[in-house]
């Protein structure tokens, strides 16, 4: 831990964490297994499985508590809105936008080379948005987490957690407080090899490989947390005639 210093240096995130820490502290009592697989120090990109609108503190507590700042992708739409948007660029939160496929390359290898140049890490859903497979299993995944890491050879480390649904379901309206300190658990892997796709963050098919290993990665720590397996085929709202919607659609 001795390496693990971002929280102790003086930054936004210190009033930040006096107020959310406690009060998280007090809905779940979060246990995290693998925290030596987060590193201490330097660039990754963290995939979490997505299934609660709650779970995003959840994961920003747990990394903060293992002495990195929860840094996560947003809506560029959300840095145009005074004070929040100050608020989101003075803490390093990643921007994301719909746009080409140039553009996006280009955004892509851009925010790849500052976390490596800050030393940061990022936190991104590959799902996008709350999986809507019926049982809360991890569906089809996006790029956006495989881009940044291929982009500039960053680890990527999948994570899952299981627990936050008791605190508030997926699409639920208001929180369920009692009892307190719900138990929430949380698994870290080992880093997704893509040694073998490197140089190759352009092309469509190294991106849907990476993507899939990262998914099967998240799965398999998801299927230890509650002890069962998952689904054959990994749920694709394309193919049950739902529309995807979120905050990552890359």
Do not use: C
């Amino acid at each position: 831990m001795g390496a693990r210093s971002e929280t102790r240096r003086p930054s936004l995130f210190w009033p930040l964490a006096v107020i959310v820490v406690p009060l998280i502290s007090l809905l779940a009592k979060i246990r995290v297994t693998g925290t030596e697989k987060l590193p201490a120090q330097g660039a990754f990109v963290l995939a979490p499985n997505h299934y609660s609108e709650f779970d995003p503190l959840i994961v920003a507590v747990a990394v903060w508590r293992l002495g990195r700042a929860p840094r996560f992708m947003a809506k560029d739409s959300l840095f145009k809105i005074p004070v929040l948007g100050w608020l989101l660029r003075r803490t390093g939160m990643i921007p994301v936008a719909r746009s080409s496929s140039a553009t996006a390359a280009k955004q892509t290898m851009k925010q790849s080379e500052e976390l490596v140049e800050h030393g940061r890490g990022v936190i991104v859903y590959p799902e996008g948005t709350l999986t809507r497979d019926p049982d809360l299993w991890p569906m089809r995944g996006k790029s956006g987490a495989v881009r940044l890491a291929l982009a500039d050879d960053i680890p990527l480390i999948p994570m899952a957690q299981w627990g936050t649904q008791a605190i508030m379901g997926r699409y639920q309206k208001g929180l369920s407080l009692w009892p307190l300190r719900k138990p929430v658990n949380i698994v870290i892997g080992d880093p997704v090899d893509l040694s073998d796709l490197r140089g190759r963050a352009g092309e469509q098919s190294a991106l849907t490989e990476a993507t899939n290993r990262l998914m099967n990665a998240i799965t398999a720590l998801l299927e230890d947390l509650r002890d069962e397996k998952a689904p054959a085929e990994r749920w694709n709202p394309a193919s049950h005639g739902q529309k995807e919607t979120g905050r990552l659609d890359s």
